[in-house]
T-cell receptor, first 112, second 116 residues
Framework: DQQVKQNSPSLSVQEGRISILNCDYT??????FLWYKKYPAEGPTFLIS?????DKNEDGRFTVFLNKSAKHLSLHIVPSQPGDSAVYFC???????????FGIGTKLQVIP | DGGITQSPKYLFRKEGQNVTLSCEQN?????MYWYRQDPGQGLRLIYY???????QKGDIAEGYSVSREKKESFPLTVTSAQKNPTAFYLC???????????????FGSGTQLSVL
């Protein structure tokens, strides 16, 4: 039972355009959401997060949007750069639980 | 230069053999975690430890064992009871047990385990 779902396994975007990565969740107890970026043969690195009390969080070229009623969040990368090519994991945390639940990841390719 | 070191980068296991994956951190983090990544699946939690000499099972602990004798070290043993051990194993740590205000995990570079 996947509580965090990333339904698009891959995405290709032209350099300079917007990349939109989507994530859905089923557990209404999740109160914090995170995006991690992973290059091949490396560990994931934290990218950006958002609390369930907010609907938007922005950090430079990266913005995460949260729609609690739809149990949906998205990561926007503007403008996309070739160095953004990686696998992006959506993750969620519920208070009191000592673990992060990850989606299966979306592989982003930014084409120069 | 603080970080998490996993070794070896590649490991091969024979049938019936136990193997141990090393994870060391010099970030002075209290909590440490082991995740497993399989193709087409997200990261799944094997074991975690919030403090020295204490650890808890994650979602897929069967066939694995851990120890936390030192704050810096959290080795994972893949036992012969783990029937499908081939995967990419990731160790992570966090400043304190995860909460909504302290949510970041810091990952090592991983160990690829394969069965001969």
């Amino acid at each position: 039972d996947q509580q965090v779902k990333q339904n698009s396994p891959s995405l290709s975007v032209q350099e300079g355009r917007i990349s939109i990565l989507n994530c859905d969740y089923t557990n209404s107890m999740f109160d914090y959401f995170l995006w991690y970026k992973k290059y091949p043969a490396e560990g994931p690195t934290f990218l950006i997060s958002i609390s369930s009390i907010k609907d938007k969080n922005e950090d430079g070229r990266f913005t995460v949007f949260l729609n609690k009623s739809a149990k949906h969040l998205s990561l926007h990368i503007v403008p996309s750069q070739p160095g953004d090519s990686a696998v992006y994991f959506c993750a969620a945390l519920s208070g009191g639980y000592q673990k992060v639940t990850f989606g299966i990841g979306t592989k982003l390719q930014v084409i120069p | 230069d603080g970080g998490i070191t996993q070794s070896p980068k590649y490991l091969f296991r024979k049938e019936g053999q136990n193997v141990t994956l090393s994870c060391e951190q010099n970030l002075n983090h209290d909590a440490m975690y082991w995740y497993r990544q399989d193709p087409g699946q997200g990261l799944r939690l094997i074991y975690y430890s919030q403090i020295v000499n204490d650890f808890q099972k994650g979602d897929i602990a069967e066939g694995y064992s851990v120890s936390r004798e030192k704050k810096e070290s959290f080795p994972l043993t893949v036992t012969s009871a783990q029937k499908n051990p081939t995967a990419f194993y990731l160790c992570a740590s966090s400043i304190a047990p995860l909460t909504a205000t302290n949510e970041k995990l810091f990952f090592g570079s991983g160990t690829q385990l394969s069965v001969l």
